[in-house]
């Protein structure tokens, strides 16, 4: 028998090869000039980092969740963590789209989001949904702030992804959140 497989053998000793170091932008005729393509990118990554940290703190406290309310949020934020994990995919391809580099590990993540860390336990609902809004809320400060400056730049396409997704997603999920811990009664004597 003839040992004559050398093509159809894996190579497991692939040496490392960064064929693009990360904040370097690729030339792609887009009709952008470099500094509103970089702009956009570095912006971007920015709202990457924060909306990889918001998609993960939902899939925390959709785990997390106890009380009386616990299936209706246990439910609406795992629907929450597919929207975030939607936009995550969306931003990163821009990103790439652009000619940059996206973020993409957590301990990249990790290092550049703005949002705070929670701590590993497990916190109470007021406490979770708050953690939330305010994550939100400072994402879509900077979003539109970024949007703002993309279109001033000529990069519509960055401008409608922060407005028409990160900016209206973002926007419905505080409204859900939010009513979440409005002081009603569950009954209408509980007061």
Known sequence: MTKNNDMAQPNYQAAANEIQPFGALKDLPLGLDDNARGASVAALNQVLADTMTIRDLYKKHHWQMSGVTFYSLHLLLDK????????????????????????????????????????????????????????????????RKAADEASKAGDEGTN????????????????????????????????
Do not use: C
């Open 160 to 191: 409608d992804l922060l407005i028409s997704e990160v900016v209206r997603t973002g926007e419905a999920q505080v409204w859900f959140l939010a009513e979440h811990l409005a002081g009603t009664p569950l009954l209408p004597n509980e007061r």
């Open 80 to 143: 929450h963590f597919e929207e975030q994990s939607d936009l995550v995919d969306s931003i990163a391809e821009r990103i790439m789209g652009l000619g940059g580099i996206s973020l993409a590990m957590g301990h990249d993540v990790a290092k550049e989001t703005r949002i705070p860390f929670p701590p590993r336990g497990r916190e109470d609902v007021p406490t979770q949904l708050s953690r939330l809004l305010k994550a939100h809320e400072l994402i879509l400060t900077f979003a």
